[in-house]
């Protein structure tokens, strides 16, 4: 099969969906450049690109809490991925939840719908 | 809580990860800008907003294969949503996956690692 990868639609950048190879949960969306996506299969550490910051960055090189990649796919139109992996550390959330989608909308309003399962200014900092 | 999305960040669209609230499997990505949003909520039928056609679709709408809203929420930053549905029907994909995600990348090469689940030319027409 060719490359079905397309880093043209999005400005170089492929949407990268994090699902917990275990438990399913999806903890985590980010996006990957061509480097980035390189980065990840040769590291096993799951790497984005920081549309922020622009730079890549390898989720736990800040707090330890690696995404290690178990496998990878990607959708019809190739302009995401879906990445399956172990997460090391106790959530990848940098506020401090197991995953990024914590919040959850109920009744006409959001609301926080998890405890936290760690301390994140213990992890990063207080400054984050 | 205050209203936690953030539209701007993408040009008016935030990304919205569909994952089978049943199986856990994650079935599609879209794009929803806030009318699209407004309308999964109201409708409880998941609503993107298509960026190729540049308006407003509901999944299922040619098909058949509705996604039924059964929860939302939303990630630390506010520019993705986490949609869990039930979905009408064998399959999300147009190209007759269950998954738009059926591709993945092993030994260094993408393949198809499933079959499909339907016919696409019977259910949208020999042209797609």
């Not at 992996?85 to 959530?91: I, K, M, N, S, Y």
Request: with cysteine; charged share 20%; glycine share 8%.
């Amino acid at each position: 099969m060719s490359e079905p990868l397309n880093f043209d639609k999005q400005n170089g950048l492929i949407a990268a969906i994090v699902q917990d190879a275990a438990t399913k949960r999806v903890l985590m969306i980010g996006y990957m450049n061509r480097e980035a996506f390189d980065k990840t299969l040769a590291t096993r550490h799951v790497t984005f690109f920081s549309r922020s910051r622009q730079k890549l960055w390898t989720k736990g090189e800040s707090s330890g809490h690696f995404l290690l990649l178990q496998s990878i796919a990607t959708d019809c139109d190739g302009d995401a991925l879906l990445v399956q992996a172990q997460p090391l550390g106790p959530g990848v959330c940098h506020d401090g939840y197991e995953s990024c989608f914590y919040r959850t909308f109920e009744n006409g309003s959001w609301s926080e719908s998890e405890a936290r399962a760690y301390d994140p200014a213990a992890v990063y900092g207080a400054k984050q």
